[in-house]
Every structure is written in C-alpha cells, then in structure tokens.
C-alpha cells in the first residue's frame, strides 16, 4: 500500500506540474485533468475500496484528462502552424476541429524579418466560432532556431 500511495503521489505531482506547460497549450488540457481526476477517483475506489486506490485513480485519470484534452488544442496549433507555414498571404485558411466542433479562420500576411531577433515572422489575422460565440484575434509567430514557428506573446 505504501507503495501506491507513493506512486498516486508521483503521479498528482506530474500532473499538477503539467498544468502551468504554458499559455499555447490552452485551457482544454486542465479541464479534462480535472475531468479524468474525477472519474478516476471514481473508478479508484470502485475497484480498490480504499484511500490508496481512489488517490492512485484520480492520479492516472487526471493524467489521462489532461492529455485527451489538451490534444484538442494541439489540432488547432498544428493547423494553426500548416498556415503560418504554406498559407498564401491575405487569403483565408479554414477549418472546424473535429472534436470540438470549433471553427476558425486564419488570414495570413506576408512574412518579414523581426528588426531586433532577425527572425522570419508572420502576422495572422485568427476569426474564431468557439463554443458558438464568435472572437476575433491577431497573434504573430516567429520561426525558431529549428525552422519551427512559434507563437509570440
């Protein structure tokens, strides 16, 4: 038992620790931690009928939330970098998740050097339907050391 509860411990520290992995990676993430921590602890003490067990499946169902959810916000990063990366500037790229059913347009513009990192960057225009409410935002990604953009705070 000391062994599990060692293990729920290790397990609640990754996952509380991959909470803060920074704002590209968005909300989604931590709501389906908080998701599977629930039905883990759940399933945990179904199974285990003891502390240890509930903490060990809150453990592994957060880590598991966390993961599924935030895999939704890295389709939208992947398509987002498919326009910084071939999208034809000022014309529009579109697409709907497939699991949130989230809609986004991007309108690329042409690419420039940043005067002061002497970076390849780009600025997009992002029109966004999330949760049936539509936003509309600006962001600017750089190209990294490794050719990769990377979104700009």
């Excluded at 968005?26 to 945990?44: E, F, L, P, S």
């Excluded at 809609?103 to 690419?111: D, E, I, L, M, S």
């Excluded at 005067?115 to 509309?136: L, Y």
Aim: charged content about 20%.
């Amino acid at each position: 038992m000391k062994y599990l509860s060692i293990l729920a411990f290790v397990a609640l520290f990754a996952l509380t620790s991959c909470t803060g992995m920074g704002v590209q990676q968005g909300k989604k993430g931590q709501v389906g931690g908080v998701g599977g921590a629930a039905a883990g602890a759940i399933i945990g003490q179904a199974i285990g009928h003891n502390t240890e067990a509930t903490l060990l499946g809150a453990a592994i169902g957060g880590l598991l939330g966390y993961i599924v959810g935030n895999e939704m916000d890295k389709y939208d990063l992947q398509e987002l970098n498919h326009v910084y990366e071939r999208g034809v500037s000022n014309r529009p790229s579109s697409w709907v998740n497939p699991d949130t059913r989230n809609q986004y347009t991007v309108t690329p513009q042409p690419a420039y050097t940043d005067p002061v990192r002497h970076r390849v960057c780009r600025k997009a225009e992002i029109d966004a339907v999330i949760d049936g409410k539509r936003e509309k935002t600006y962001a600017t990604a750089c190209r990294d050391d490794y050719g990769r953009w990377q979104l700009q705070q």
